[in-house]
T-cell receptor, first 115, second 119 residues
Framework: DTGVSQNPRHKITKRGQNVTFRCDPISEHNRLYWYRQTLGQGPEFLTYFQNEAQLEKSRLLSDRFSAERPKGSFSTLEIQRTEQGDSAMYLC?????????????FGSGTRLTVV | AQTVTQSQPEMSVQEAETVTLSCTYDTSESDYYLFWYKQPPSRQMILVIRQEAYKQQNATENRFSVNFQKAAKSFSLKISDSQLGDAAMYFCAYRSINAGGTSYGKLTFGQGTILTVHP
């Protein structure tokens, strides 16, 4: 297992365009998290899945954001009608359920720049 | 809701010296985990050290140790014998272990401290 993989690493898009990011978690992990990190700040929680079920969404996740995890494997995060304020690093992490393990494994992130 | 505060935006240390990064947090829960994560430039976040709140003994991992003061809600990271490879952004993070809590399973991060190591 090569860890948590995120693609693409970088994405530059024009304002108003739609973008989609992909996260491939560690295969044994049934929890998958999305975080957003702006420059010089700590990551902020966006949403998480347990298997294919999306259990919680942050208020940061506007209607333009949607996340899926079909079949409980990889996940996608789509941003529609991108705005300059969406420019950030989008981090994915996976883990076992909290009762089983404390540990998260993070991916390297997708850096989005909206111009 | 839990909050985590890192009041030192930047810190610097000479190679081989010791540096302490500060973190305070606010919670009404009695059981939780606290973590320090390291994020090198353009690289993924990795776990440095963790502390379970129910353990009084401070966690230690090689050159990294913590000073956990539960009553004061303080959780500082000490890096001994600093190395050039320790240069990174360091984040303090909180994770609830209360299944009924709003932070269950999620990490709440501080703002981060950029650590520079001078040769």
């Amino acid at each position: 297992d090569t860890g948590v993989s995120q693609n693409p690493r970088h994405k530059i898009t024009k304002r108003g365009q739609n973008v989609t990011f992909r996260c491939d978690p560690i295969s044994e992990h049934n929890r998958l998290y999305w975080y957003r990190q702006t420059l010089g700040q700590g990551p902020e929680f966006l949403t998480y899945f347990q298997n294919e079920a999306q259990l919680e969404k942050s208020r940061l996740l506007s209607d333009r954001f949607s996340a899926e995890r079909p079949k409980g494997s990889f996940s996608t995060l789509e941003i529609q009608r991108t705005e300059q304020g969406d420019s950030a690093m989008y981090l994915c992490a996976s883990s076992f359920p909290p009762g089983q393990s404390y540990g998260y494994t993070f991916g390297s992130g997708t850096r989005l720049t909206v111009v | 809701a839990q909050t985590v505060t890192q009041s030192q935006p930047e810190m610097s240390v000479q190679e081989a010296e010791t540096v302490t990064l500060s973190c305070t947090y606010d919670t009404s829960e009695s059981d939780y985990y606290l973590f320090w994560y390291k994020q090198p430039p353009s690289r993924q976040m990795i776990l440095v050290i963790r502390q379970e709140a129910y353990k009084q003994q401070n966690a230690t991992e090689n050159r990294f140790s913590v000073n956990f003061q539960k009553a004061a809600k303080s959780f500082s990271l000490k890096i001994s014998d600093s190395q050039l490879g320790d240069a990174a952004m360091y984040f303090c993070a909180y994770r609830s272990i209360n299944a009924g809590g709003t932070s269950y399973g999620k990490l709440t991060f501080g703002q981060g401290t950029i650590l520079t190591v001078h040769p």
